[in-house]
């Protein structure tokens, strides 16, 4: 089915060759950082996880997402994400994609990666994340494909396709929370040390997920003649809205602990990431505008995907509450919760991380390196939809 | 054959291309490697034949038993005792690597990482 | 494409990677029944945590801080003598840098317990730090390569040949004890010594209680270079004999961050 991804308009290449420039840029950056050493990016001793294993931890969760349109669609019948549901896991893909690579990029010994499959340990957590990454990349490359062709030839798929399709769902939530499981059980960092940061990390999973696949839907509408229904755009949105809700309940959760307790431990991280924290006269505050850029698009995007107008009349608005929804929750995850970890750091000292331009070229690369796989896999799906429409 | 006027230069290139290593030296296979031994041991810690070709999993043993396990009894060669260390013991022995290690090394083009953390002797 | 083609595709991609793979699979299995006993052993260390079998040794110290806050030298004197005969880099850049062990002040040893009146000795001196060898390491349970383990002596080891540089047991020390090689750090050897190897870009690195010395019967180089003042002192604390333990039962010793469980081996006399 490849051949339907080299057949395209001019939008579609100029698309390609757009993100194919950063990800050539990305190729050279990178080649500069592995002859050098991770020293070319931005973190430091105190600071040792930056922005790639924030983009990772981010992108976990974009993965996870589809299985919103998997378990309604497969296990409760809900027939109006029938077309939908490969949305979901192509994206699914391309974000397990994505994730490797930025594991791949943040690794000092990158050519040592496979010691972790040579000397399983399975008491480390990060051997469990590599195990159910791989799992559910091969998992939702499986079910999205033989499911697809199935499509084309206009017949059911096989039966043991869904024995996958069933798996892959605990897979979708063990993935997630495998990758809280890294932050939640370290003695040392109060701020990640919180049993609600799985169930948090999987609410926001929820919204974002969901979020960009009405956004892409929205998009394909527009370009590409593939309608995925009002039904089914009208079902994600209220998944996406009852997720986000959730995900900041939780949030006021951890306000409420650090600072009703008042305990510094629990406190300090959150002054940090909302106020700035002072300490021996100089007042640390930069991630304190991205913090606030997610309450703001919270709202925007929860107003504007739960007003019926917007939500129902108008795509574009619907596509800008998403889209909204999307970046609030790619600031608190992706900007938030890992740079905050590390602040302050165990022996109490206050050190800030600032990404070197770099570090941001390969960052931006690896995003749009997954958006080109998203696209080309995008366009094979909606040839076969339009194939099988005619 | 569809396309033949395509697919055999492209063959004959793909031939000349692979075997490049065969006739880029026109036959010949460069000099063999000749390290330099040192003067003063007589033998190595192992035979000739059976260092050359097991002194990497010898030196992954070493350094498994040696770090991981803790097992850094010294052996016993012609009376005297050696370590289980690339620095403290081949090295001692072996002064250069640069006419000794990297002889074969260069030849057979591999490169161990060894040298990223063990310092080589001062030449 | 049809269908022909297709189906010889298919095929001969299966049986190359049936080839590769079964190969791949042979040599291991060949090889792996005499690497076997290479691999095993100090990686399960983490799992017998804390419970030390009879007669096993248990390395530890005790640092006495009055000592180091009368003699403000001796700090230096130790942390030079480390960072010497370990080939310890000297970053000029603070983001590079790393320390095996480093003088710092009481609350930043002991962030638990914060003092709004302290006394004025403490508050102008500053006290050693280094990796706590814990009897029960989270570094080690969340090393996904075991390339940090800890060993039936009570040392928490690095093995710099299996470490990925995934930073994660970085991430897990509650007490900041470990340091990343972010560039190269051969040029930045100030004195080398030649009789021991540096580290390359990309792997974690962190004091190491001078297995290599300890376990040939000498004391910690720290140790050694201050050995006169006592304010250092190594031992087994499985021996109820030794010198440490007859300190610790004669002097009051705190630790640090003692309710996160981790079992330190550092014990600090106040």
């Not at chain 1, 100029?14 to 050098?36: E, K, N, P, S, T």
């Not at chain 1, 690579?101 to 590599?130: E, K």
């Not at chain 3, 022909?4 to 001969?12: E, G, S």
Request: net charge positive; aromatic share 14%.
């Amino acid at each position: 089915m490849f051949e339907k991804a080299l057949k395209g308009n001019n939008y579609y290449w100029m698309w390609l060759a757009f993100l194919g420039f950063f990800v050539a840029v990305a190729v050279v950056c990178y080649l500069r950082q592995y002859f050098y050493g991770l020293g070319l990016t931005g973190m430091t001793r105190d600071v040792s996880w930056g922005l790639y294993i924030s983009q990772f931890t981010f992108l976990v969760g974009v993965a996870a997402g589809g299985v919103m349109l998997v378990l309604p669609y497969y296990i409760h019948n809900f027939k109006a994400f029938g077309r939908i549901t490969i949305l979901g896991e192509f994206l699914a893909i391309a974000s397990l994609l994505m994730c490797m690579m930025f594991i791949m990029a943040d690794l000092g010994q990158p050519l040592r990666g496979l010691n972790v499959l040579l000397y399983p340990t399975p008491n480390s957590m990060l051997f469990w994340d590599m195990c159910v990454l791989w799992g559910y990349l091969i998992l939702n490359a499986l079910c999205g494909w033989v499911i697809l062709t199935a499509e084309r030839k206009q017949i059911h798929p096989p039966k043991w396709i869904y024995f996958f399709v069933y798996l892959s769902i605990p897979f979708a939530f063990s993935i997630h929370t495998v990758t809280a499981m890294l932050y939640c059980g370290l003695p040392g960092r109060h701020f990640w040390l919180s049993a609600i940061i799985a169930p948090r990390f999987l609410a926001s999973a929820f919204a974002a997920g969901p979020a960009l696949i009405v956004v892409m839907a929205l998009i394909l509408k527009r370009v590409a003649n593939f309608d995925a229904g009002k039904e089914a755009i009208n079902k994600m949105v209220t998944i996406i809205t009852y997720a986000a809700i959730a995900n900041m309940f939780f949030v006021c959760l951890e306000f409420f602990v650090g600072f009703y307790s008042d305990i510094p431990g629990h406190k300090h991280t959150l002054q940090y990431l909302f106020f700035g924290l002072e300490h021996h006269g100089h007042v640390y505050n930069n991630l304190v505008p991205f913090m606030w850029g997610f309450i703001v698009l919270f709202f925007v995007g929860i107003a504007l995907i739960t007003i019926p107008y917007t939500r129902k009349q108008s795509d574009l608005w619907l596509g800008i509450g998403c889209a909204s929804i999307f970046f609030a929750f790619w600031l608190d995850k992706g900007i938030g919760f890992v740079l905050g970890g590390f602040v302050p750091t165990p022996t109490e000292e206050i050190v800030e991380y600032y990404p070197t331009i770099n570090e941001l070229f390969i960052t931006i690369g690896i995003w749009a390196a997954g958006f080109f796989i998203l696209s080309v896999l995008y366009k094979i799906a909606i040839g076969v939809e339009h194939e099988i429409e005619a | 054959m569809y396309d033949s006027g395509k697919i055999i230069p492209g063959l004959i290139i793909f031939v000349l291309f692979i075997t490049i290593p065969i006739w880029y030296n026109r036959g010949a296979a460069g000099s063999v490697p000749k390290p330099e031994l040192p003067k003063d041991a007589k033998t190595c810690v192992l035979p000739a034949a059976e260092i050359r070709a097991e002194h990497m999993k010898l030196l992954n043993v070493w350094r498994d038993e040696v770090l991981r396990d803790g097992k850094r009894a010294t052996f016993e060669l012609e009376g005297k005792q050696y370590q289980k260390s690339l620095m403290l013991t081949c090295m001692k022995c072996h002064t250069s690597k640069k006419q000794f290690c990297d002889k074969c090394h260069t030849y057979a083009s591999v490169q161990p990482y060894c040298w990223d953390c063990h310092l080589a002797p001062v030449e | 494409m049809d269908t022909n083609r297709r189906n010889f595709l298919k095929v001969a991609g299966i049986s190359t990677l049936a080839g590769l793979g079964g190969t791949a699979v042979v040599d291991r299995l060949v090889a792996g029944a005499g690497m076997a006993h290479a691999t095993t052993g100090a990686g399960q260390g983490a799992e017998q945590a804390g419970a030390a079998k009879a007669g096993a040794t248990r390395y530890g110290m005790v640092i006495d801080i009055k000592k180091f806050q009368m003699d403000p030298g001796l700090g230096e004197k130790a942390v030079k003598a480390c960072h010497q005969i370990h080939n310890v880099p000297n970053f000029p850049e603070k983001r590079d840098e790393i320390k095996w062990i480093w003088m710092t002040n009481f609350e930043n040893a002991f962030p638990e317990k914060p003092n709004l009146y302290q006394d004025e000795v403490t508050e102008k001196h500053q006290l050693p730090i280094l990796c706590n060898h814990c009897d029960n390491p989270p570094c080690v349970r969340a090393c996904p390569t075991k390339a940090t383990f800890r060993s039936d002596d009570g040392i928490v080891g690095m093995d710099y040949h299996r470490c990925i540089g995934c930073r994660f047991c970085m991430a897990a020390c509650p007490y900041g004890s470990r340091s990343f090689n972010w560039r190269d750090p051969r040029l930045f050897i100030t004195n080398i010594n030649k009789d021991y190897p540096a580290r390359t870009r990309g792997v974690v690195e962190k004091c190491n209680f001078c297995v290599e010395r300890v376990q040939i019967g000498k004391l910690p180089a720290c140790v050694e270079a201050i050995i006169d003042s006592k304010a250092l002192v190594f031992g087994n604390l499985n021996d109820p004999n030794s010198e440490i333990r007859k300190i610790l039962k004669e002097k009051h010793t705190i630790q640090r961050n003692p309710s996160l469980g981790t079992l330190p081996s550092v014990f600090y006399i106040v």
